[in-house]
């Protein structure tokens, strides 16, 4: 069985008056299964939202897609705007960041959501407000009838974001692209979103492609994991796994700078120097002037992603040494 | 004289709502804080969104008034301190805030930045000036390479350093470091953790933490007030209060944290609800309309009807709970023990 979404060797330029100023994706590989969780991890910069945004093809203008990107049997990166737009909010649908700069603030939440089912459901506006009352409820959010009247800012950050879910979820698709979704809230709110997430992915059995830069929330909620980093994905694999044995020295660096893991007030382990531009290209490992496993090999010669134990995947030459 | 550097008496805060016409409202941000802070002790302030950790923050800093209680720096109070103590305050107490962009001016260079605190408080000019400023540097892990640059050029992680290196400026004796990690990489924040606990050993320094994050607070802190809608619903040494935490709301801050994959999603989130607004504070125990403990308990009466008073829990330990003691507690007829180690989950 083909995976549900297959992205490889998706490749994004961005470029100013014809030339490409920088290079944001070098060629990251993918996949989620049907009503899988994979978390996509990493520090600012290093491509994930981009990675989600370029299977939506939201991307901005200047930047151009190269690579593939297959969902559900369909190139995405061939579409004409017009499949495109039947799959975006129905087959696929998001979860932003900040969902109080998501909504529109001149339009009711209740009628926000309910766009979204009467474009892609063709029902009139009596039904898809009634499926929005439906899917509020659904979402755990009390007196959908009211909630639905309100405007964006008269409900709190949670609730919004309760409400963001419910507009993704109401045409029932089955891909969910999560970027952030608690990153904005509290950490007692932040764990009702995710359970409120993990009961409605269980229900509907939708697939999950989770971004976060917050390994414990990528842990709680996910199957799998991949590690980006400048671009590329270093490293992949089964959670526990990867979690408990990372095979990627970068990875390892992701998971001992946590200060929850350290004895208090001891120094915690960094690794030195800063992530790379996106302008240029070293020949080696790009991860190689931070690493503290590095052989003279990793700088003439770029690691591929390859099988670094059973369910597991590293792009590191020195991998076995962890 | 106390070796306590800081001293906050009963602080609270109201912040007038306007257009609320002749009756007046308020709402209290911050509604009797007491905490303190011995010279070179680092106290952690948590709590969710609108608790008022930064209105504390604020009130110690000296940017805005008190409406009730007192806060004492090396034994001056604050509120009587004439205009040249309150200067040379201004130089002792320091911050460091969360967004370090939107701390530095983006029109200056590092070195105007790092030196202008300096000048304005007329610490060092000339030579002097200059070498003051590269020491700085190299206090906070910079270089003569970063001198020259605009905040723009900077990474997150070294605009961080350059914040610190502005608060070190004046020789302060207490910073307030609010959310000083929270707009940071992990990789990032780390080195920005390791610099705090270093700064704070090579200079003596006195930190009162404010962060959202319990596993930020436990690494910095000796010791940690929790904050729930305005009031510090339990303190105590680090290590005490987040290995046996005994006010509910501790506890369901703590599962929340708890992650990396020990954390079941299928089980009920740690705590219902949403906090309620400084608008309209419960009656009784604040807590009480997300409290787990309460409906466990089988909703006793006097959670709603009685503000609960901070009770020792320990040594050194308190919480403002009716029922943290873990005493032999009747509840509709039923005498049980409560167990303070026994895991508390919402529903």
Redo the contacts between chains.
């Keep these: 069985m083909s995976p549900l979404l297959e992205i490889e060797d998706l490749t994004v330029d961005f470029s100013r008056d014809g030339r490409v100023t920088s290079r944001a994706l070098r060629g990251v590989s993918l996949t989620v299964d049907a009503g899988e969780a994979v978390g996509v991890v990493g520090?600012?910069g290093c491509g994930k939202t981009l990675t989600g945004l370029s299977v939506l093809r939201m991307l901005p203008e200047n930047a151009t897609a190269s690579g593939r990107v297959s969902f559900d049997g369909q190139e995405m990166l061939e579409l004409s705007d017009r499949e495109l737009r039947s799959i975006r909010g129905k087959q696929i649908s998001m979860v932003f960041q900040s969902p109080g700069t998501s909504f529109n603030p001149v339009f009711t939440v209740g009628y926000q959501i309910g766009l979204v089912a009467e474009r892609h459901l063709e029902v009139g506006r009596p039904e898809a407000q009634e499926l929005v009352a439906e899917t509020l409820h659904a979402v755990g959010l009390p007196n959908p009838e009211s909630v639905m009247r309100f405007y964006p800012h008269e409900l709190?950050g949670?609730?919004l974001q309760r409400a963001m879910i419910a507009m993704a979820i109401i045409c029932k698709p089955s891909l969910l692209i999560a970027d952030e979704p608690t990153t904005a809230l509290?950490?007692?709110?932040?764990?009702?979103i995710?359970?409120l997430l993990?009961r409605l992915q269980r229900e509907q059995g939708f697939g999950v492609f989770f971004i976060s830069?917050d390994?414990?929330?990528v842990?709680?909620?996910c199957d799998r994991i991949a590690v980006l980093y400048a671009g590329r994905v270093v490293e992949t694999g089964v959670?526990?796994q990867l979690?408990g044995r990372p095979r990627h020295p970068y990875t390892r660096?992701?998971l001992e700078?946590?200060?929850?893991r350290?004895q208090?007030?001891a120094?915690?382990?960094?690794?030195p120097g800063?992530v790379p531009t996106a302008l240029g290209d070293a020949t080696g490992c790009p991860f190689a002037p931070r690493c503290p496993l590095v052989v003279e090999r990793c700088f003439e010669e770029r690691p591929v992603l390859a099988p670094a134990g059973p369910d597991q995947a590293a792009a590191c030459h020195r991998w076995d040494a962890l | 004289m106390s070796s306590n550097l800081l001293e906050l008496t009963g602080v609270a805060k109201a912040f007038p709502v306007p257009g609320s016409g002749r009756k007046r409202a308020s709402i209290r941000a911050v509604d009797g804080v007491d905490l303190v802070i011995p010279q070179g002790r680092v106290f952690g302030l948590v709590g969710e969104s609108g608790s008022g950790k930064t209105t504390v923050a604020r009130c110690v800093l000296g940017l805005t008034p008190l409406s009730e209680g007192s806060i004492v720096f090396d034994g001056i109070d604050l509120a009587t301190a004439d205009s040249a103590v309150r200067r040379r305050l201004r130089r002792e107490i320091q911050i460091v805030f969360q967004q370090p962009m939107a701390a530095l001016n983006p029109r200056m260079t590092v070195d105007n930045l790092i030196a202008e605190p300096l000048t304005t408080h007329h610490l060092a000019r000339g030579a002097a000036l200059r070498e003051r400023v590269g020491s700085l540097l190299e206090d906070v892990g910079l270089s003569a390479t970063h001198l020259h640059r605009y905040p723009h050029e900077l990474s997150g992680g070294q605009a961080q350093r350059v914040v610190v290196a502005r608060a070190l400026a004046s020789g302060p004796r207490l910073v307030v470091l609010d959310e000083p990690t929270s707009a940071l990489d992990i990789v990032v924040q780390a080195q920005i953790l390791n610099l705090l606990v270093d700064l704070r050993d090579e200079h003596g320094l006195t930190y009162l933490l404010i962060s959202h994050d319990l596993s930020v607070v436990r690494h910095l802190s000796d010791r940690i007030g929790v904050m729930y809608l305005g009031r510090i619903v339990e303190e105590g040494p680090a290590a005490k209060l987040l290995g046996s935490p005994r006010h509910p709301y501790t506890r369901a801050l703590l599962a929340s944290t708890r992650g990396r994959g020990s954390t079941t999603l299928d089980e009920p989130a740690p705590i219902s609800g949403e906090m309620p607004s400084t608008w309209d504070i419960p009656s009784g125990c604040r807590f009480h309309t997300r409290c787990a403990l309460r409906d466990q308990l089988g909703r006793p009466a006097t959670c709603e009807t009685t503000d609960p008073v901070s009770v020792t829990v320990g040594a050194d330990h308190v919480a403002a709970c009716h029922f943290a003691d873990g005493a032999t507690i009747t509840v509709d007829g039923h005498e049980g023990t409560l167990n303070p180690d026994d895991p508390v989950r919402g529903n």
């Design positions: 520090e600012t709190s949670g609730m509290d950490v007692t709110i932040a764990q009702q995710l359970r993990r830069h390994l414990d929330l842990s709680d909620f959670t526990a979690l660096a992701l700078a946590l200060p929850g350290a208090p007030g120094p915690l382990p960094t690794v800063a």
